[in-house]
C-alpha cells in the first residue's frame, strides 16, 4: 500500500524558511515523479512544484520561483520542498503526491496524480 506522509510545516514569519518532507512508503520514490501543490482556504488546490521520475527535472510556478526548491532522496526515500522568503499568500495546507507519469505536467492537474498525502499546514504570518 501506497503511503505519503507529509511533515515540517508550522508558523513562520514573513521572510522565513521552512523544509516540508514527502516520506514515502510502499513504494519508492527513486524514479517517481512528485509533485507539491497547496490549497488555501476557499480557493482551489494549485500546482508549487514538481520533480520528474525520468530525468528529475524540476518545475515551479511562477509565484514560487526562485524562493522554492524542490529535492529527492533516494537513501531517505523522501522528497523535500525548501521554502525560502515566505510570504502571507503562501499560506496554505500543502500536499505531496506521485505522479502517473515518469514526467512533471506544467498543467498541474490533480488527475495526473494518483496518491496523495494528508498535508501539512504552512501558515506565514506576523
Known amino acids: 500500500q501506497v503511503q505519503l506522509v507529509e511533515s515540517g510545516g508550522g508558523l513562520v514569519q514573513p521572510g522565513g524558511s521552512l523544509r516540508l518532507s514527502c516520506a514515502a512508503s510502499?513504494?519508492?520514490?527513486?524514479?517517481?515523479?512528485i509533485g507539491w501543490f497547496r490549497q488555501a482556504p476557499g480557493k482551489e488546490r494549485e500546482g508549487v512544484s514538481c520533480i520528474s521520475g525520468n530525468y528529475g527535472n524540476t518545475y515551479y510556478t511562477d509565484s514560487v520561483k526562485g524562493r522554492f526548491t524542490i529535492s529527492r532522496d533516494k537513501a531517505k526515500n523522501t522528497v523535500y520542498l525548501q521554502m525560502n522568503s515566505l510570504k502571507p499568500e503562501d499560506t496554505a495546507v500543502y500536499y505531496c503526491?506521485?505522479?502517473?507519469?515518469?514526467?512533471?505536467?506544467?498543467?498541474?492537474?490533480?488527475?495526473?496524480?494518483?496518491?496523495w498525502g494528508q498535508g501539512t499546514q504552512v501558515t506565514v504570518s506576523s
Open positions: 503526491a506521485k505522479g502517473r507519469f515518469p514526467w512533471c505536467t506544467t498543467a498541474w492537474l490533480t488527475s495526473d496524480y494518483n496518491y
Open positions: 510502499g513504494t519508492t520514490l527513486d524514479y517517481a515523479t
